[in-house]
T-cell receptor, first 114, second 110 residues
Framework: DTAVSQTPKYLVTQMGNDKSIKCEQN?????MYWYKQDSKKFLKIMFS???????INETVPNRFSPKSPDKAHLNLHINSLELGDSAVYFC?????????????FGPGTRLTVL | SQQGEEDPQALSIQEGENATMNCSYK?????LQWYRQNSGRGLVHLILIRSNEREKHSGRLRVTLDTSKKSSSLLITASRAADTASYFC??????????FGKGTSLLVTP
């Protein structure tokens, strides 16, 4: 069974569109994350949720809105997509969010904005 | 904010050789983690070393930490083609997130 799953794996869309990426973890973890990896492989935290509560909201445009309906799910909705949003988006989860926690990553969603 | 910086950016070796990659960071840490990313995949945790540890081993992996120099190294011994991947160091971000470096791309050729 896949521990952290994301859908879709690939997303190609036009500028200005709105799209969502879904993430689910079956590890029973309390904390979930969204990271963005750019074309140079630089991985940057966007959001983290603990027990459905937003903990970290890095400097991310408010066109990005995470939603956590329950502890096992963290979805990412993006409004008015721009060319610069093209990247690979990774969902991750960890047991409690502590610094020594191992984070488990999903396979990534490659978003291409045309 | 970015914390770790890996060096070199890219490394190419032959099977059986050892691969060493380094990570430098800027602020004090409680621990440092190393992750591997195979092409087109998510990151996989390899090893964690705490600030009071100087060296840690896991199979063919050896990690060192020098807090006085704010640096860590990852050594992969007797490398295999399957070790081809990008390797990232990561430090805590006051809990609830990790700061990753830009990674070292390792290519192991048969």
């Amino acid at each position: 069974d896949t521990a952290v799953s994301q859908t879709p794996k690939y997303l190609v869309t036009q500028m200005g569109n709105d799209k969502s990426i879904k993430c689910e973890q079956n590890l029973g973890h309390d904390t979930m994350y969204w990271y963005k990896q750019d074309s140079k492989k630089f991985l940057k935290i966007m959001f983290s949720y603990n027990n459905k509560e937003l903990i970290i909201n890095e400097t991310v445009p408010n066109r990005f809105s995470p939603k956590s309906p329950d502890k096992a799910h963290l979805n990412l909705h993006i409004n008015s997509l721009e060319l610069g949003d093209s990247a690979v988006y990774f969902c991750a989860s960890s047991y409690s969010g502590g610094e020594t926690d191992t984070q488990y990553f999903g396979p990534g969603t490659r978003l291409t904005v045309l | 904010s970015q914390q770790g910086e890996e060096d070199p950016q890219a490394l190419s070796i032959q099977e059986g050789e050892n691969a060493t990659m380094n990570c430098s960071y800027k602020t004090s840490i409680n621990n440092l983690q190393w992750y591997r990313q195979n092409s087109g995949r998510g990151l996989v945790h390899l090893i964690l070393i705490r600030s009071n540890e100087r060296e840690k081993h896991s199979g063919r992996l050896r990690v060192t930490l020098d807090t006085s120099k704010k640096s860590s190294s990852l050594l992969i011994t007797a490398s295999r083609a399957a070790d081809t991947a990008s390797y990232f160091c990561a430090t805590g971000n006051s809990g609830y997130a990790l700061n990753f470096g830009k990674g070292t791309s390792l290519l192991v050729t048969p």
